[in-house]
């Protein structure tokens, strides 16, 4: 190991950081937490500013401690490289917390069972796993800005996307152009997914009739895909003439992803495509000015079904042979935070929230219309940070 | 719903499926498993052929029953409907079975728990991750099959590589060209991990001192990537003389992947590059004559490591400011199954295992080298699937 080439652990800004386990700690009091021990990478990424694998060990009042496995090189007020968990006590002067949270919704059982038999049966545990997702649910200006440098990355390479359409191209060839597009725009390519309830490569692209195969993710749209074992997405349709493309493409430039859709065509769209795609343009523009602070999650998409249902276009809203149950999510290091936009989420709005909302609709024989956008909460309602062109754009 | 378009629940032939769960119902018996109860998407495909959103209950006798919560749509024989895991025992007929097997390395704590309080207390529950794990680890023939063709296609993206090199450019933009070229030939660029140790986009291009860069996943080599919120691969170096590109990019073309790399270079490479690179070659030949059924996994490890310190290269050996501590790993729907080729290492290689073998070095100041091969266990020894020219290539 070289000393010259060690890097630190935790690389946000340190008040940056304190506003972030400042945060975590206020949920934790409210929850009767007294340490918290976060191992899911998406966390640590949040906790450091970077990934490591091993885990963070936040107290209720005192220094973080961070043990890593690897890689190695890392230093840092902290820092305590250990090979496996039981390690972890050592660490803790014998001073065991009464209260330990653990990630109970994305750790596996064994691992939980483990690290709750470290600290042995005194201790209470409890699911931190909520405490994480509210606490992120809320972004801080520094993270604002690595979103919103997402958003303009991803708008420009939606700039491109009319001219990689080549005539006879299917879907497949369309994305993979695009898919190229975005990397050398400097996506990342890889986006994270809390849970498994979602697969899915760098992002969907649909047309026609694919568009309402029925897909078994937590997806708003879904498509057959290329092979039954990652069934999403395009599938190898020739573009047709009258047929819509849908392009939902990742947005991860920075470790903090924006998520846009926007829709296109070949030739003439039916009438009720367009007004379907003027319908979720309406809907956006709506939610807009009431999504402030205070809002209920669970009005917007009220307010959205009602719009919906003034056009008529119930049968084709998010869906026509099968239905997604939200129309819009939280967005972040993962596409799928809080709050969520559905008639059940008790969530209500916040300042900083960041979301998308994607009201959809998939018309028979034409293929998915409709945007989708994301956009941060501000005492003003919405404040779009996807902002390419909303229209229906022609593919030639 | 439209009855014309239901699908198959199960898209597997019926002798196929039937072969793979009497040998799932085999390791079941040995553990004293009753009925197993599944809902990873890995070990859903392996025992349907398709991927949906739900629950597979697979008593030691009887049929299996699919509980589907998405998509709609399918049909067949014990494929039951439910929208929450709590209506599964009312299809059971009041027979609850003594133990279930749960999927404890992979399901989270939270779900596994809700899936206990269903049965109760009286029932026993049995971490069922290792008997999926071990039946999935011995391919049938049919498997075979797709795990050969997804070896021919990315054995002809390899051959493309050297001319998708242009001059000037950085291992991202060379990696930009090889997804694209591997896309267009039917790659479905996801692939599934099992677990948390890593994360990656579609694979893995190298070149100069970021070979030598520690990164925090489970990987045989690191790199420190495009931005710490995804630190692995390619960092945007420039390609320049005297180093070495090393290529090992994503096999999965039809569910089941191959895992393969090989090494170019620019201009002349030192003498130990080469020679490092040799070593990998002699290694996996003589692996492959070693590699029979009854084989300890451990014993092909330790022949590996006698190799590299006849050729005094211990410390570049899977990587030099970084160590990797394993030289080869089981591959099939996931990157890392059974065998793991590695120093405690229990595995015993049988027929019909696939693994890949990756015996790599990390050379300072040039960049990594060595090749990987995705091999079937056979009475004659490993069998190669991935038959691109092993030597070093210039790019140019």
Redesign the interface.
Known sequence: ??SE?KQQTV?LPHEEQSKRIDCIRSLMSKQNISAILI???ANI?YLT?????GYIYIPLTGIPIYFVR????LEGDGTIYIHKPELIPNSLDGKYPESIG?E???????Q??RLMSIFGADVKYI?A?SVMRTARSIKTDYELELIKLSGVKQTNVYAHIPRLYKNGMTD??L???I??CS??E?C???F?IS???M????GNVLTGENADT?????FAM?GG???????VGADETIIANGQSVMVDVNGNY???MTDMTRSYYLGNLNDEAIRAHQCSIDICRALESLGKPGTEAKFLYEEAERIVRQHNLEKYFMGH??HASFIGHGVG?EINELPVIAPRSRDILQCGNVLALEPKFVIPKVGAVGIENTYVVTEQGLKCLTNAPEQLISLI
């Open positions: 190991m070289n080439i690389l191992c899911d990478k990424y500013g970077r990934v490591f694998t690897r890689p190695v090189e653990l109970f919704d994305t750790l596996c059982y064994s939980a069972q699911n796993s497949l060839e994305q993979v152009e898919e190229r990397r050398l400097g990342l390519g890889q994270r849970g498994d309830s697969e899915l490569f760098m029925p897909c078994p993710y937590d879904g895909g290329l092979d039954p074992s990652i069934p920075t470790g903090y042979r099968q290091i």
